[in-house]
């Protein structure tokens, strides 16, 4: 099983609500990762949880709040977004945040649009 | 810099033969990857190779690695309908902490 679960699939939302994007993988990874891809572009690393610990934080507006409440879960809390926020927000997971073999596994990712 | 570099538009006949070139910049990368996203969906990881070896074969898929150029390729054997997508290629850095994906291949297959 490799799969990486993530909710909901789509989400509409203004600019003053607050949401949370989740994902969940049951594979034992102890690493895990939010992306954010916007139309036609590469995915860009918005952050990274090693072992329930964040451990990279790409400079991302105070808006997005990582949350890891434990080995198998990840969310991402949502407030005051911004029109420019309405991306494709992919999850992924891999055995370990360092090392060679650092495969990941990606979710199926969950539509923004903020209104 | 981290910079990976991919042609972003490459169009087969059906039965043909794809292949999808790829530059990168951190002679330190271990792995290097080869990710397929359809369209609306999340990354499909499709192969991988480590930095030690030149060619890597499975199935249809055939990835060679030039290391001394840092050229990695993909090359899909009998192309169908089915691999339209886009194709990212990827290295790891920082110790393998971080993925750098390159900005991705389109590939139109025609029948």
């Known amino acids: 099983d490799t799969e990486v679960t993530q909710t909901p699939k789509h989400l509409v939302m203004g600019m003053t609500n607050k949401k949370s994007l989740k994902c969940e993988q049951h594979?034992?990874?102890?690493?895990m990762y939010w992306y954010k891809q916007k139309a036609k572009k590469p995915p860009e690393l918005m952050f990274v949880?090693?072992?329930?610990?964040?451990?990279i934080n790409e400079s991302v507006p105070s808006r997005f709040s990582p949350e890891c409440p434990n080995s198998s879960l990840l969310n991402l809390h949502l407030h005051a977004l911004q029109p420019e926020d309405s991306a494709l927000y992919l999850c992924?997971?891999?055995?370990?945040?360092?090392?060679?073999?650092?495969?990941?596994?990606f979710g199926a990712g969950t539509r923004l649009s903020v209104l | 810099g981290e910079d990976v570099e991919q042609s972003l538009f490459l169009s087969v006949r059906e039965g043909d033969s794809s292949v999808i070139n790829c530059t990168y910049t951190d002679s330190s990368s271990t792995y290097l990857y080869w990710y397929k996203q359809e369209p609306g969906a999340g990354l499909q990881l499709l192969t991988y190779i480590f930095s030690n070896m030149d060619m890597k074969q499975d199935q249809r898929l055939t990835v060679l690695l030039n290391k001394k150029d840092k050229h990695l390729s993909l090359r899909i054997a009998d192309t169908q309908t089915g691999d339209s997508a886009i194709y990212f290629c990827a290295e790891t850095v920082n110790y393998g902490q971080n993925f750098v994906f390159g900005p991705g291949t389109r590939l139109s297959v025609l029948p």
């Open positions: 594979m034992g990874h102890r690493a």
């Open positions: 949880y090693s072992y329930e610990k964040l451990s």
């Open positions: 992924a997971s891999s055995p370990t945040g360092e090392g060679a073999k650092n495969i990941q596994y």
